[in-house]
């Protein structure tokens, strides 16, 4: 797996370039197929969030997967510190809120600011540890029509190799980082938490497939962390790129690597190398070309999803962006 360093300084974050070499996608390029409208309305499950399991559980896992597969690594896994060291994530009243933050959703006026900044502060954080990541899913989706998160969405999702999941884990994992946020008075302070459960690398422990979080912890918002790993199974068989996650998803290295670099939310981000082929896959060929979708109806010449039940659509400001007060350093102290 191709892993390379990704160090941004948080002062130029706007004005530096991030290299165009020949795999950065034009934006406006990729946009040449919009040609029909469509509606839909797919719900969302509420399956692939950190569940809490008992020591019982947590070494029935342990005992499935190694007769499952004796030659795969479990030493790492311990059913003791898993069981006593996991909190439970609660989202009794929305599933993309952790209710250990929060008691409520925020308004809609109030969700797409927080998410914009949920997503800024964790690419910068990540680029500030050196740790290579890039937007997956429908955060990917989302990036495509307008490199802006949906105006109905209320998740993130993004990807990170194995390695940088056991890195995480090693030194950052429950490190809180605090930002200064344009508009907040106070600022606000994300949490980053590492599923202990990540050292299962099988796709049999389905009640903890998001392997990390970066949690907002002024509204219980976050973005789900999962890790890409290589896929022993397919490798065995001769597929020697092939590469898993444990909600199920499968690529090939050359899917994603080498990753292509734009923006997102005005914000240095990046992308895997084949993204149409795999949002094509993955929502279908009217995903990069329906109109209308969710109420709103994309404006080809302001480039904004505009809400049908409105007469303007919400002004979303971008003229600032999150300054980090949180030294990394003191987390080797």
């Not at 896992?61 to 439970?88: C, G, W, Y």
């Not at 925020?106 to 502060?121: F, G, M, N, Y």
């Not at 938490?193 to 796709?203: C, D, G, K, L, M």
Request: negative net charge.
């Amino acid at each position: 797996m191709r892993i390379s360093g990704f160090f941004v300084c948080l002062s130029g974050l706007v004005s530096a370039a991030l290299g165009a070499a020949n795999t950065d996608p034009d934006f406006m390029s990729v946009r040449d197929k919009v040609a029909k409208d469509y509606s839909g309305d797919d719900a969302v499950s509420a399956e692939k969030y950190f569940r809490e399991c008992s020591l019982p559980r947590l070494r029935s896992i342990e005992t499935f997967l190694t007769r499952a597969d004796p030659q795969m690594n479990h030493r790492k896994f311990n059913p003791e510190v898993s069981a006593s060291t996991f909190t439970q994530h609660q989202y009794s009243f929305h599933y993309h809120y952790d209710g250990r933050f929060a008691s409520e959703p925020l308004p809609d006026e109030e969700t797409i600011p927080h998410l914009s900044a949920l997503i800024r502060t964790y690419l910068s954080t990540m680029a500030d540890m050196g740790v290579e990541t890039w937007i997956m899913h429908g955060t990917l989706l989302a990036w495509w029509w307008n490199q802006k998160i949906f105006p109905w969405d209320n998740d993130i999702d993004v990807q990170i190799s194995e390695p940088s999941i056991h890195f995480l884990a090693e030194y950052y994992n429950m490190t809180e980082h605090h930002f200064d946020i344009p508009d907040v008075e106070g600022g606000r302070t994300y949490q980053l938490e590492i599923n202990p459960n990540y050292v299962i690398r099988s796709t049999a422990d389905k009640l903890n497939v998001i392997d990390a979080r970066w949690i907002d912890t002024s509204s219980g918002l976050f973005i789900d962390i999962t890790a890409v790993r290589k896929d022993d199974h397919r490798r065995e068989m001769g597929d020697t790129g092939a590469l898993m996650c444990k909600d199920g998803h499968r690529f090939d290295e050359n899917d994603i690597f080498p990753l292509r670099s734009s923006h997102f939310e005005g914000f240095p981000v990046k992308i895997p190398y084949r993204y149409t082929e795999l949002l094509q896959e993955e929502y279908g060929s009217k995903s990069i070309t329906a109109t209308s979708f969710q109420g709103h109806e994309f404006n080809e010449e302001t480039l904004l999803w505009d809400d049908k039940s409105r007469k303007r659509s919400l002004r979303r400001r971008r003229d600032s962006l999150p300054v980090r007060t949180t030294p990394l350093e003191r987390f080797f102290r």
